[in-house]
Nanobody, 123 residues
Framework: QLQASGGGLVQAGGSLRLSCAAS????????VAWFRQAPGKEREFIAA????????YYDDSVKGRFAISRDNAKNTVNLQMNSLKPEDTAVYYC??????????????????WGQGTLVTVSS
């Protein structure tokens, strides 16, 4: 079971740190990704930490502002979000799966999801 936390209300330019915790399992054998979904829009890829090569991947819209990291000791995957913009407002979800690298941004490749945490960025 995945539990996402850390969302909240922040002003534009501010920062938030999201956390995805796993209970009853470990992230060690999985690729972990963050997606987000704004009202009326499809779920979109934000970032991933790939288990195959331990590299990180980002959507262009967040590259340089967001950073995904694993904390194996705490069994969490974190998303540090800096320089937040109003267009970052969405419900953020963490997911785990074993996608091939070329499909790492496809939501259908992830088979466990957290419940989502709401991030609201005010202008």
């Amino acid at each position: 079971q995945l539990q996402a936390s850390g969302g909240g209300l922040v002003q534009a330019g501010g920062s938030l740190r999201l956390s995805c915790a796993a209970s009853g399992g470990t992230f060690r054998s999985y690729t972990v990704a963050w997606f987000r979904q704004a009202p009326g829009k499809e779920r979109e890829f934000i970032a991933a930490s790939a288990v195959q090569n331990m590299r990180t991947y980002y959507d262009d819209s967040v590259k340089g502002r967001f950073a995904i990291s694993r904390d194996n000791a705490k069994n969490t995957v974190n998303l540090q979000m800096n320089s937040l913009k109003p267009e970052d407002t969405a419900v953020y979800y963490c997911g785990v799966g074993r996608p091939i690298i070329s499909s790492i941004s496809r939501a259908a490749q992830y088979y466990y999801w957290g419940q989502g945490t709401l991030v609201t960025v005010s202008s």
